[in-house]
């Protein structure tokens, strides 16, 4: 499985971004997808997770209601957009895939497959 995100950036407090996430290499559509962050000095945490229908996603905590994610099994990617961003949540995003069903949340830290990430960076 290849992840290639994109999207990152630079934006002021307030402001929105779009990251995506684009796989190939597997059947990605029976896949678990989700996005994790990880700034400077701080530990790995989950964003935001999506099962193979898109129809549930959940967010950790600090994430509802600014973000949303969703995915588009025709093109084999997945999208998450941000808004009302905080210098909080600069760090470097990475997207994850793994073929579990019943653990796709943010929490679940088995996720085997790993994009090499974009930064966002809020001032």
């Known amino acids: 499985v290849q992840l290639v995100e994109s999207g990152g950036g630079s934006v002021q407090a307030g402001g929105s971004l779009s990251l995506s996430c684009a796989a190939s290499?597997?059947?990605?559509?029976?896949?678990?997808m989700g996005w994790f962050r990880q700034a400077p000095g701080k530990e790995r945490e989950g964003v935001a997770a999506?099962?193979?229908?898109?129809?549930?996603?959940t967010y950790a905590d600090s994430m509802k209601g600014r973000f949303t994610l969703s995915r588009d099994n025709t093109m084999n990617i997945i999208h998450l957009q941000m808004n009302n961003l905080t210098p909080d949540d600069s760090a470097m995003y990475f997207c994850?895939?793994?073929?579990?069903?019943?653990?796709?949340?943010?929490?679940?830290?088995?996720?085997?497959?790993w994009g090499q990430g974009t930064q966002v960076t809020v001032s």
């Open positions: 290499g597997t059947t990605y559509s029976s896949y678990c």
């Open positions: 994850a895939a793994d073929p579990t069903t019943v653990r796709c949340r943010p929490d679940y830290g088995g996720f085997a497959f």
């Open positions: 999506i099962d193979s229908t898109g129809s549930e996603p």
